[in-house]
């Protein structure tokens, strides 16, 4: 079956706009969680969505919201984009929540400029 | 979830066996040890995970000593497509805190 996709796969923004990414889970799967990785900071958890509820939150600001859609599809939108959010922004989706395995996709390249 | 340490770096032969250290030795009782890679520019790829026993599965096997400190993930004969980061990640899969948290993890290089 196909695996989490994500689209759009690279983006350039300016400072001060916003954007939106999206992630469509495995079929079947109903939770998915963002991660966003940059070489400083590598690997770390946004946020978890299951059954259309946020479910679990890591630390960082406000700027960055997401939801879940009822077919498990994920959106995550950043606000008042910073040169620091530029990073590559992973979505995993699993079965069910804090599944035991989690499916990550090819993720989103966001650059800001 | 407790700190794991492992080399930042490992070569190893092609055909021949790539044996990945991780040390965690604060683990807690119902913590699982987990094994993700990503290979350069790709999403991690989930390898294995166990809680006490070894466990093998078509990808890898993952030997956790007794006293749970420590794992090895082993890949039998690693290939030039295993070239990648090896994540060893301690994780809850109960509580607020049950997302998978990646330390710098091990470059892996298979040379031929």
């Known amino acids: 079956k196909a695996g989490v996709t994500q689209t759009p796969r690279y983006l350039i923004k300016t400072r001060g706009q916003q954007v939106t990414l999206s992630c469509s889970p495995i079929s079947g799967h109903r939770s998915v969680s963002w991660y966003q990785q940059t070489p400083g900071q590598g690997l770390q958890f946004l946020f978890e969505y299951f059954s259309e509820t946020q479910r679990n939150k890591g630390n960082f600001p406000g700027r960055f919201s997401g939801r879940q859609f009822s077919n498990s599809r994920s959106e995550m939108n950043v606000s008042t984009l910073e040169l620091g959010d530029s990073a590559l922004y992973l979505c995993?989706?699993?079965?069910?929540?804090?599944?035991?395995?989690?499916?990550f996709g090819p993720g989103t390249r966001l650059t800001v400029l | 979830d407790a700190k794991t340490t492992q080399p930042p770096s490992m070569d190893c032969a092609e055909g021949r066996a790539a044996n990945l250290p991780c040390n965690h030795s604060?683990?807690?009782?119902?913590?699982?040890v987990y094994w993700y890679r990503q290979i350069h520019s790709q999403g991690p790829q989930y390898i294995i995970h166990g809680l006490k026993n070894n466990e093998t599965n078509e990808m890898a096997s993952l030997i956790i000593t007794e006293d749970r400190k420590s794992s090895t993930l082993i890949l039998p004969h690693a290939t030039l497509r295993d070239t990648a980061v090896y994540y060893c990640i301690v994780r809850v899969l109960s509580g607020s805190a049950r997302q998978l948290t990646f330390g710098s993890g091990t470059q892996l290089t298979v040379l031929p």
């Open positions: 604060t683990i807690s009782g119902n913590e699982y």
């Open positions: 995993a989706s699993s079965l069910v929540l804090a599944g035991e395995e989690q499916f």
